[in-house]
């Protein structure tokens, strides 16, 4: 198992840009972020591996949100821009070595942090 802490969310309005973080307590083949709002499913996001930062998204977040790292602090970034209020959820990193985007419970998941969009 791999411990993850996240930071970052808060609220914003509709257009604003907010940035989450994710700390992992030891290196894994990939990382990445899924979303869940309240009464829908879980929402894969996007994903890095961590060896050759290749990287993946949602088609709903491609062009807006961006994911990156940091090796040597074995975080990872998401960076969200153009954020509108359908991007309100809750925000999971996870880490593992299944790295599809889709949410895996094999990998191992954070607490999560709220992000709210308001109109």
């Known amino acids: 198992q791999v411990q993850l802490v996240e930071s970052g969310g808060g609220s914003v309005q509709a257009g604003g840009s907010l940035r989450l973080s994710c700390a992992a307590s030891r290196y894994t083949y990939c990382m990445g972020w899924f979303r869940q709002a309240p009464g829908k499913e879980r929402e894969g996001v996007t994903r890095?591996?961590?060896?050759?930062?290749?990287?993946a998204y949602a088609d709903s977040v491609k062009g807006r949100f961006t994911i990156s790292q940091d090796n040597a602090k074995k975080t990872v970034y998401l960076q969200m821009n153009s954020l509108k209020p359908e991007d309100t959820a809750m925000y999971y990193c996870?880490?593992?070595?299944?790295?599809?985007?889709?949410?895996?419970?094999?990998?191992?998941w954070g607490q999560g942090t709220q992000v709210t969009v308001s109109s």
């Open positions: 996870w880490a593992g070595r299944y790295c599809g985007i889709a949410p895996d419970e094999r990998n191992s």
């Open positions: 890095i591996l961590t060896g050759s930062g290749s990287t």
